[in-house]
């Protein structure tokens, strides 16, 4: 069974501060990596994806890959209030088949104002 | 506008009648994809497709159905539903080949079973 572990929070964070959101995976074959960003009762959007080990960086957000540790992280840099929200780590499964997500449970980010 | 639909975003239903959640997609993806979501459990996928005719069951299949006749839509059935199918769905899609597959995610349809 392939998981993927996060810490459900809820994380709280203030304003302007920087946010560090974890998410370990058990699956060692796996390439590709995303965070969801969700509102409660709203579908996930995207908002990165990662593919090599390193960091990646848009705008506010970057994303960071180790997958000799089988670990991904996102930090948010300023947070806003609008950040807060659950977000939600996926890994795409590796090996023929599904080419589907597993999603971690998800860590609620609370932005305090 | 590229988007993922479903229908309907909301329903109450009784045990037992039959129900068809409508997914749609105008991207031209061909892999698409049905999840459930329920508090302290996540995401996790029923069925999905990698193209026209294929599906395969995803992790929590049991109680589902579903079809692919045509390439943008992606029917979820609920033929005898249960208390315990009262949940979150959402249909997602993606292009199938390349590591670079974004899934888009519908709005969502929650279901009441009674």
């Known amino acids: 069974q392939k998981e993927v572990e996060q810490n459900s929070g809820p994380l709280s964070v203030p304003e302007g501060a920087i946010a560090s959101l974890n998410c370990t995976y058990s699956d060692r074959g796996s390439q590709s990596f995303f965070w969801y960003r969700q509102y409660s009762g709203k579908s996930p959007e995207l908002i990165m994806s990662i593919y090599s080990n390193g960091d990646k960086e848009d705008g506010r957000f970057t994303a960071q890959l180790n997958k000799a540790s089988q670990y991904v992280s996102l930090l948010i840099r300023d947070s806003q209030p609008s950040d807060s929200a659950t977000y939600l780590c996926?890994?795409?499964?590796?090996?023929?088949?599904?080419?589907?997500?597993?999603f971690g449970k998800g860590t609620h980010l609370i932005i305090q104002p | 506008e590229a988007q993922v639909t479903q229908n309907p975003r909301y329903l109450i239903t009784v045990t037992g009648k039959k129900l068809t959640v409508t997914c749609s997609q105008n991207m031209n993806h061909e892999y698409m994809s049905w999840y459930r979501q329920d508090p302290g459990l996540g995401l996790r996928q029923i069925y999905y497709s990698m193209n026209v005719e294929v599906t395969d069951k995803g992790d929590v299949p049991e109680g589902y159905k579903v079809s692919r006749k045509e390439k943008r839509n992606f029917p979820l059935i609920l033929e005898s539903p249960s208390p315990n199918q009262t949940s979150l769905y959402f249909c997602?899609?993606?292009?199938?080949?390349?590591?670079?597959?974004?899934?888009?995610f519908g709005p969502g349809t929650r279901l009441t079973v009674l």
């Open positions: 997602a899609s993606s292009r199938y080949f390349g590591r670079d597959n974004e899934q888009f």
């Open positions: 996926a890994v795409r499964n590796s090996g023929g088949g599904a080419d589907g997500l597993t």
